[in-house]
T-cell receptor, first 115, second 113 residues
Framework: NAGVTQTPKFRVLKTGQSMTLLCAQDMNHEYMYWYRQDPGMGLRLIHYSVGEGTTAKGEVPDGYNVSRLKKQNFLLGLESAAPSQTSVYFC??????????????FGEGSRLTVL | AQSVSQHNHHVILSEAASLELGCNYSYGGTVNLFWYVQYPGQHLQLLLKYFSGDPLVKGIKGFEAEFIKSKFSFNLRKPSVQWSDTAEYFCAVNRPGTYKYIFGTGTRLKVLA
């Protein structure tokens, strides 16, 4: 039981390049989130999904796109990376309804550097 | 808009010292409150949470937090810290029934052996 797995763990990009971060969960959770963590700014929500086939914008969605084609996977895409997107990205999940204790379950993070 | 303030950005303590980390939120309605911990190089893990009931909540590893509604606060405490408590601590707020969580900026705690 792996929980929440993020790939890749580390990546260096050049400005303008594109890439996709994958979040995979084996807990059958409905809700999935992408956050970015920057020094002194805590965690900020980029996009989230409340179920397969649905996505919504968070507080800092610009420059990112997401997809949730399968319930267990939530992809975060950068179409044209910028240095301002250098950050640590965390995926998180939680279940719906009565199983939801409020706790978010986090992946181990993906450190992205854009040169 | 909702916000969460953590007043202490960096805290350095010696082992066995007592710890209190402040957390204030700006929302007048019902909230769920959380403290998460992030050990060096690891992901965030839940320390404790408050939904309702007894405002003094006990979590893992000897941590506790007190919800004071009149002060919009949810401060984290530990009577005697250990070197292994060195980590970053995040306070978070969630409005019940919503999918959004607001995190504070975090407090880096360093415990000296």
């Amino acid at each position: 039981n792996a929980g929440v797995t993020q790939t890749p763990k580390f990546r260096v990009l050049k400005t303008g390049q594109s890439m996709t971060l994958l979040c995979a969960q084996d807990m059958n959770h409905e809700y999935m989130y992408w956050y970015r963590q920057d020094p002194g700014m805590g965690l900020r929500l980029i996009h989230y999904s409340v179920g397969e086939g649905t996505t919504a914008k968070g507080e800092v969605p610009d420059g990112y796109n997401v997809s949730r084609l399968k319930k267990q996977n939530f992809l975060l895409g950068l179409e044209s990376a910028a240095p301002s997107q250098t950050s640590v990205y965390f995926c998180a999940t939680n279940p719906r309804g009565g199983l939801n204790t409020g706790e978010l379950f986090f992946g181990e993070g993906s450190r992205l550097t854009v040169l | 808009a909702q916000s969460v303030s953590q007043h202490n950005h960096h805290v350095i303590l010696s082992e066995a010292a007592s710890l209190e980390l402040g957390c204030n939120y700006s929302y007048g309605g019902t909230v769920n409150l959380f403290w998460y911990v992030q050990y060096p190089g690891q992901h965030l893990q839940l320390l404790l949470k408050y939904f309702s009931g007894d405002p003094l909540v006990k979590g893992i590893k000897g941590f506790e937090a007190e919800f004071i509604k009149s002060k919009f606060s949810f401060n984290l405490r530990k009577p005697s810290v250990q070197w292994s408590d060195t980590a970053e601590y995040f306070c978070a707020v969630n409005r019940p029934g919503t999918y959004k969580y607001i995190f504070g900026t975090g407090t880096r705690l360093k415990v000296l052996a």
